[in-house]
Structures are given as C-alpha cells and as structure tokens.
C-alpha cells in the first residue's frame, strides 16, 4: 500500500474520531425500544450489512452479536458511508481457503484424490501445491531473520 493512501486514511479517521465515539456511545446506551426504533431508520443496506455482521458474530459464540454488529455498522458508516466502494463478491478469498485446505490435506501421494475431492484437474492441483508449498517456505524464512 503506498504511503499517500495510508495517510489519507489516517487523516479520515482522526477526522471522525470524536464524532464516531460519540455515536457510538450513544447507541450503547439506547433503551431498547430507541435501539429497535433506530436500526429501522437506517438505510436497507447498512440494516442488511449489520444483521450479516450479527450472524456472523453469533455463528463464532460472541456474546452481545447485536450491539457489537451494531457498533461495527455505524463504524464502518461513518468512514465509509456515501463512498462508492467495491467490496469483491469473495472468490478469490474462497479459492485460497480452498488451496489451503488442498495443501495440508496434500500427502504426497494422493493428487488424484485431492483432484476428485475438490472438482480440479491433477495439473491445477500440483499448481496449488507449488504455490502453497513456496509461502509456506517463505513464512518460514520470515521466521528466522
């Protein structure tokens, strides 16, 4: 990342520091019945964005999902809101989960399973397993220096 974007953001954040801590603690302390009232004023996407944040947050046992994702949608309201922003639709970050589950289930000597199991061609497999192989050398070099 170069040193102009990262400074931007920095400056947007600074910027929005007081006025985001103080939303944020009006929303914490909100009876529950302002809080419903509230969330039901808020455009449909961020409603949609904080209840995936919510699910989410539910799905790894966190306790109080609801104010949490809650908090995160006005956080990410107040730096991003009324920008337009591309959020990739994730596919690429599926198909390096997958290359990653392909790399520590790699014995050696199972290519043609790993190839049925995950619908690839042997040739794209032995591709994964290169690269795969590479970073983890290259996170252990990191390690040592």
Known sequence: MNNHTNDDQLELIQASHR??????????N??????EDFTKRW????????ELMRVTLDRQAVSNS?????????????YL??????IPNGERL???LRDIRIWR??????LEQLSRNYDLTERRVSQIIAEQRAA????????LF
Do not use: M, W
Request: aromatic share 4%; charged share 35%.
């Open 105 to 110: 289930e790699f014995k050696g000597n199972n």
């Open 136 to 143: 983890f050398v290259a996170r252990k070099q990191r390690r």
């Open 43 to 50: 455009p449909s996407t961020l409603q949609s964005l904080c």
């Open 19 to 28: 006025e985001l801590e103080e939303a944020l603690e009006t929303l914490k």
């Open 94 to 96: 599926k198909d390096a």
């Open 30 to 35: 909100l009876k529950p019945d302002e809080r």
């Open 66 to 78: 609801v104010h949490i994702s809650e908090a995160l949608a006005t956080t990410l309201s107040t």
């Open 81 to 86: 809101g009324g920008r337009d922003i591309y």
